[in-house]
T-cell receptor, first 112, second 111 residues
Framework: SQTIHQWPATLVQPVGSPLSLECTVE??????LYWYRQAAGRGLQLLFY??????ISSEVPQNLSASRPQDRQFILSSKKLLLSDSGFYLC???????????FGSGTQLSVL | DAKTTQPPSMDCAEGRAANLPCNHS???????VYWYRQIHSQGPQYIIHGLKNNETNEMASLIITEDRKSSTLILPHATLRDTAVYYC????????????FGKGTRLHILP
């Protein structure tokens, strides 16, 4: 069966520090991969999605970036965090039935 | 932007059917309707999807109007664990199509 791993579960970082969140999927190949962010009390915002290795589509211009170095690995990064980067970050994968996504457990990021 | 309109919140008594509406008046012929729900502090969970016909699975039923401009998600016997934000999404069934979530409906199940 397929599983998605996302870590860490919680993270507290100072403003200006770097960020690296990792997401890996097991049990499938060539999945679509997604990064979403949810600010407190807000809806889900699509940040990046990828249909293959090295293929990244950015939805929102910001100080975040994403990379897909391996087929089932998706990384969200920042060189310098802003207060506004605080939120709940979710990784998701999809394959087969388009639109049917499976989400990780999320990372709660607090930038102080 | 999301192509769907949902009420911001709804209440439903425990044990009763919860009917969550969604308007998608600009839906195209090749766009599917998907439903997800998000329980607090968790990632969204896929519930059901459909194109034209009504669909049912172990979690819910999806009723799509004949003109496909609206749909209703039905939770037949709501429990307290169904308290969540429910998202209705429309998208084309292409692999490389992005998936945009709207604000959803916050469903409160009342004991």
């Amino acid at each position: 069966s397929q599983t998605i791993h996302q870590w860490p579960a919680t993270l507290v970082q100072p403003v200006g520090s770097p960020l690296s969140l990792e997401c890996t999927v097991e049990g499938t190949s060539n999945p679509n991969l997604y990064w979403y962010r949810q600010a407190a009390g807000r809806g889900l915002q699509l940040l990046f999605y990828s249909v293959g290795i090295g293929q990244i589509s950015s939805e929102v211009p910001q100080n975040l970036s994403a990379s897909r170095p391996q087929d089932r690995q998706f990384i969200l990064s920042s060189k310098k965090l802003l207060l506004s980067d605080s939120g709940f970050y979710l990784c998701a994968w999809g394959r087969g039935t388009p639109g049917k996504l499976f989400f990780g457990s999320g990372t709660q990021l607090s930038v102080l | 932007d999301a192509k769907t309109t949902q009420p911001p919140s709804m209440d439903c008594a425990e044990g009763r059917a919860a009917n969550l509406p969604c308007n998608h008046s600009t839906i195209s012929g090749n766009e599917y309707v998907y439903w997800y729900r998000q329980i607090h502090s968790q990632g969204p969970q896929y519930i059901i999807h459909g194109l034209k016909n009504n669909e049912t699975n172990e979690m819910a039923s999806l009723i799509i109007t004949e003109d496909r401009k609206s749909s209703t998600l039905i939770l037949p016997h709501a429990t307290l664990r169904d308290t969540a934000v429910y998202y209705c999404i429309v998208r084309v069934g292409n692999r490389d199509d992005k998936i945009i979530f709207g604000k959803g409906t916050r469903l409160h199940i009342l004991p």
